[in-house]
C-alpha cells in the first residue's frame, strides 16, 4: 500500500466520492478506502426484476435545482424526473373531502407556524413538542415528519426541518441513485474491501492501520457515518476531542427502510387513481404509497423510526401483510394477487452503517457545525450529518466531502 499520501479518505459513499472528486481536481496524492465490496455507501441500486432498477437507499433528488448531482446526472446522460404528482389522502375508510383536504392543508400550514415561531424564541425541542396530537390527521403527520429524519417525532428536533434547505423540487432517479453514484466513482482511486480500524493522529503524519495494511498521510476526511463512529468501530488514538464525540453522540442515525411491491401490469388501478396515496386508519397504520414510482410497476413506500426498527427485526411477510393490509383497504381484496413481489431494504442491521439517516436529538441541533469543524487542522469529519442544510441527503453528504477538501 502506498504511504506517501496527502490525504486519506475513509469511505465511499456520496461524501466520500464528493471529496474524491475535489482531491482530483486539486491534485493531490489520495487514496480512498472502502470497507466494503462496492462503492454508494447509502446509494444502493438493485434491480426488482430484470431491467427494472430500484433504490434499497436514497432515489430522489431533493431541492433539485440546487442540488449538484443533478448536474453530475446531466454529465452522466442518467435520467431523472420532474414532473408532478396527482395526490389524495385515504383517511379512515375513505378519500378525504374537499373541505377535509383544506383543513389538513391548514393544519400542516399552522404546524409550520409553530415551528417557526418556537425558533424566533430560540426554542430547540422535539416536534412532538409543537404538534397539535389531537385532529384526525395527526397520526398521518407525524409520520410524515418521521421520514425526514428516520426517527420519530418525540426524538428530534425541529430545527431538522427548518434548517433543512428545501425547494421542494424531489426528483426521482429513474435509472437509481444508486448507479448515478457508482458511474460517478468511475476511475477515482478507491481500495475496496479495506476496512479502517485505526487512526493514530498523534504525530506529525497520521497513521491509518487496515486489514490489508497501514498507510499514511498528512491529511485525512473521515466519511463514515455516526453509527460507525458512535460505535467506537474505529479506534481514534488519541481519542477525538470532547466536542467532537458530543457532537457524534447528539447526531445518531435513526432507522428507515424503504419497500418496493411489484406488479405486472402497466397500471392495475382506475385511470383517476392519483399517483401518491396518503393512507391512515387515524390511529398506528400510515402510509404514503407511490403508485408507479418513477415510472416503474411497482408502488413505493417508507417506514422510520421505532416501527421501522421493529418491522426490521420480523420477517418481511410481515410488513407485506401490513402494507397489503392498507391497500387492500383502499383497492379492495383482489388487490393482493396483482403484487408479483416485495422486496425491502434493511439499513439498521448494515454493519457498515448501523442506521438510515442523522437525527439531532432535541436541544443539540447546533452540533452538526460542531461535527463539521476540522480537528488540529489534518482531521475533517465529513458526511451527511455533518452538513448544516441538506443533513440526511446524498447531495449534503458530497458537499461536505468536497468542503472539506477545500479546507486543506
Ligand atoms: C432508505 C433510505 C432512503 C434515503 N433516501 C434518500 C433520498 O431519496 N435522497 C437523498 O438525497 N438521500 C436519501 N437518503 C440519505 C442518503 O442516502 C445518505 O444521507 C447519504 O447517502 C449518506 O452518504 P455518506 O457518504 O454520508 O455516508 P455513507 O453512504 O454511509 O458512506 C460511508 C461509507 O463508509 C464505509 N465505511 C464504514 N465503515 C468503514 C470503515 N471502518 N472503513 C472504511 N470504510 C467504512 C461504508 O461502507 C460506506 O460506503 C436515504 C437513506 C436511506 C437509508
Redesign the pocket.
Known amino acids: 500500500m502506498t504511504s506517501n499520501l496527502d490525504l486519506i479518505i475513509?469511505?465511499?459513499?456520496?461524501?466520500?466520492?464528493?471529496a474524491a472528486q475535489a482531491a482530483a481536481t486539486s491534485k493531490l496524492n489520495y487514496r480512498v478506502?472502502?470497507?466494503?465490496h462496492?462503492?454508494?455507501?447509502?446509494?444502493l441500486t438493485e434491480e426488482l426484476a430484470p431491467g427494472i432498477p430500484w433504490?434499497?437507499?436514497?432515489?430522489?433528488?431533493?431541492s433539485g435545482s440546487i442540488?449538484p448531482?443533478a448536474r453530475v446526472a446531466d454529465q452522466l446522460g442518467m435520467h431523472y424526473g420532474k414532473g408532478s404528482e396527482s395526490r389524495n389522502f385515504f383517511l379512515k375508510g375513505a378519500w378525504v373531502t374537499p373541505q377535509q383536504q383544506k383543513d389538513y392543508a391548514d393544519y400542516t400550514t399552522r404546524q409550520w407556524h409553530a415551528m417557526r415561531a418556537a425558533e424566533d424564541e430560540q426554542r430547540d425541542v422535539a416536534v412532538v413538542d409543537l404538534t397539535e396530537l389531537d385532529q384526525p390527521w395527526s397520526s398521518y403527520y407525524c409520520y410524515w415528519q418521521s421520514l425526514m429524519s428516520?426517527e420519530d417525532v418525540d426524538q428530534f428536533s425541529f430545527r431538522d426541518l427548518t434548517a433543512y434547505q428545501d425547494t421542494d423540487e424531489?426528483w426521482?432517479v429513474t435509472d437509481g441513485?444508486g448507479t448515478l453514484?457508482t458511474k460517478h466513482a468511475a476511475g477515482l482511486p478507491i481500495e475496496l474491501n479495506?476496512?479502517?480500524?485505526k487512526i493514530d493522529w498523534s504525530g506529525e503524519r497520521i497513521k491509518v492501520t487496515?486489514n490489508r495494511g497501514e498507510l499514511t498521510s498528512k491529511y485525512i476526511v473521515i466519511?463514515?457515518?455516526t453509527g460507525?463512529l458512535g460505535a467506537g468501530?474505529?479506534e481514534f488514538l488519541p481519542k477525538l476531542p470532547l466536542a467532537t464525540r458530543e457532537a457524534i453522540d447528539a447526531l445518531p442515525l435513526g432507522c428507515?427502510?424503504?419497500f418496493a411491491m411489484l406488479y405486472e401490469q402497466d397500471w392495475p388501478f382506475d385511470a383517476d387513481t392519483p399517483s401518491r396515496i396518503d393512507y391512515s386508519n387515524g390511529d398506528d397504520v400510515n402510509f404514503a404509497f407511490k403508485l408507479n414510482c418513477s415510472g416503474w410497476p411497482y408502488i413505493y413506500c417508507?417506514v422510520a423510526g421505532r416501527q421501522a426498527r421493529w418491522l426490521e427485526r420480523q420477517p418481511p411477510a410481515e410488513s407485506e401483510s401490513m402494507m397489503m393490509g392498507a391497500l387492500k383497504d383502499i383497492f379492495g381484496n383482489d388487490f393482493a394477487r396483482k403484487i408479483t413481489r416485495f422486496k425491502t431494504?434493511a439499513?439498521g442491521g448494515d454493519p457498515?452503517?448501523k442506521?438510515?439517516?442523522s437525527a439531532s436529538k432535541p436541544g443539540l441541533s447546533q452540533q452538526r457545525k460542531v461535527l463539521s469543524e476540522p480537528v488540529a487542522d489534518k482531521l475533517f469529519i465529513?458526511?451527511?450529518?455533518?452538513s448544516t442544510k441538506?443533513?440526511?441527503?446524498?447531495?449534503?453528504?458530497?458537499e461536505?466531502?468536497r468542503d472539506a477538501v477545500k479546507m486543506l
Open positions: 475513509v469511505g465511499a459513499g456520496a461524501a466520500g466520492i464528493g478506502l472502502e470497507a466494503s462496492r462503492v454508494g455507501g447509502r446509494g433504490d434499497l437507499g436514497c432515489h430522489w433528488l431533493h442540488n448531482l428516520s424531489n426521482p441513485y453514484l479495506t476496512t479502517v480500524k487496515t466519511t463514515v457515518s460507525v468501530d474505529i428507515y427502510n424503504n417508507a431494504s439499513w457498515l452503517v442506521g438510515a439517516y465529513a458526511g451527511e450529518a455533518a441538506a443533513f440526511c441527503t446524498a447531495h449534503g453528504a458530497w461536505t466531502g
